[in-house]
């Protein structure tokens, strides 16, 4: 994805809220299941990365777009926005 297509999915992303909440368990199989199904509905997904989460926030963000076959679009404090590409 080029720096250009990623800067247009940042500016849409600011426009949505979370969807997605990742918690104690971090990123599990339940949570990787409804970040697929969502971006086979929106294509753009926001996920928010609660405070009890003990994994490092980047180090999930990764996790989590590589288990969902997505393109992670921004890591900003502890939201996350995942796109289908």
Same mark, same amino acid.
């Given at each position: 994805?080029?720096?250009?297509?990623?800067?247009?999915?940042?500016?849409?992303?600011? *426009?949505?809220?979370?969807?997605?909440?990742?918690?104690?368990?971090?990123?599990?199989?339940?949570?990787?299941?409804?970040?697929?199904?969502?971006?086979?509905?929106?294509?753009?997904?926001?996920?928010?990365?609660?405070?009890?989460?003990?994994?490092?926030? *980047?180090? @999930?963000?990764?996790?989590?777009?590589? @288990?969902?076959?997505?393109?992670?679009?921004?890591?900003?404090?502890?939201?996350?926005?995942?796109?289908?590409?």
């Amino acid at each position: 994805m080029d720096k250009k297509r990623k800067a247009q999915l940042k500016g849409a992303a600011q *426009h949505i809220d979370a969807t997605v909440y990742v918690g104690k368990d971090g990123v599990t199989a339940e949570v990787v299941g409804e970040v697929v199904k969502q971006l086979k509905q929106k294509r753009l997904v926001k996920v928010r990365l609660l405070p009890s989460m003990e994994q490092e926030r *980047h180090e @999930a963000a990764e996790k989590l777009a590589s @288990a969902a076959a997505a393109v992670r679009v921004e890591v900003r404090g502890r939201t996350v926005v995942l796109a289908r590409d």
